[in-house]
């Protein structure tokens, strides 16, 4: 239900025998069902499902009119990441869904190719009856959601890459992903090497820049090379780097980037940005953005991580 209010309509100026006639309808509430369909973007969950609904009851989510993006990050450190990736693998077209760090790792334990973190709450996924659905799942997802003016992606990009060249760089991860070169994959993943992109890069060290800078990145100097250890305020960010998406030039900001990863950045509401993740994780709250009028819908999150 959305509260509507009449704009004012004048008919002025209205000249009869000498005398002005006005009609004046002002600002009259009215509540009116909303018909239209919406999309909302909503923030990392990491396995915060109770908060997810009470977002969803709170923005008035229809399943059969609404449409839910992701920024990725469903699983891992809170309470029911199983929960969380039955009821948006449930939701079928009407959820759009990109690859976050949390849950490339859970592919990666599954994988036998990372251990459990301490803190990791990937276990109930690991021994439930529909882990092999749910992982398989997971792998069909994309690395970056291009739609208009829109482009998704977990965490960020480099200053070199427009839009269309990353969907394209995502399409690449995401063929073997889903492909019989996974497992070799998933065994050559992890690293932080190379730490810059450059065009001539080939197999496992080029995926794995574009794995890392779309789920990882935060941090870069301003002529691409990423750091991946600050994970703290804009204010601390070491000499010489800056936020990704503050680069000048940065080839990508022509188009409204929804992201998120960044939860010490908080919601950042900007006019081609919106950084979503305001660190539901740790306490503080859910956020979503409906994009059709650019509101925020926030809940308040119990604290599972500190
Ligand atoms: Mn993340």
Redesign the pocket.
Known sequence: MLRFFLLSIRLSQYPRQGAQAFVTIHELPVTVHRLQMATYAIG?LQGCYDPLRELLEEIGFNAARDRLWFV??LVNRGPQSEQVLRFVKGLGNRAVTVL???DLHLLMVAEGRAKLHKGDTLAAILEAPDREELLAWMRGLQMMHVDGEYAMV??GLLPSWSVPKARDLGHEVEEVLRGPAYRSLMAHMYGNQPDRWDDALAGYDRLRVIINVM??LRICTADGRIEFSHKGRVEDIPDGYVPWFAVPKRKSADAIIIC??WSALGLLDEKNLLAL?SGCLWGRSLSAVRLEDRRIFQVRCRKFAD
Request: glycine share 24%; hydrophobic share 10%.
């Open positions: 990392d990725g990050d976050g760090n949390h977990h965490a789920t990882r998120g990863h993740d």
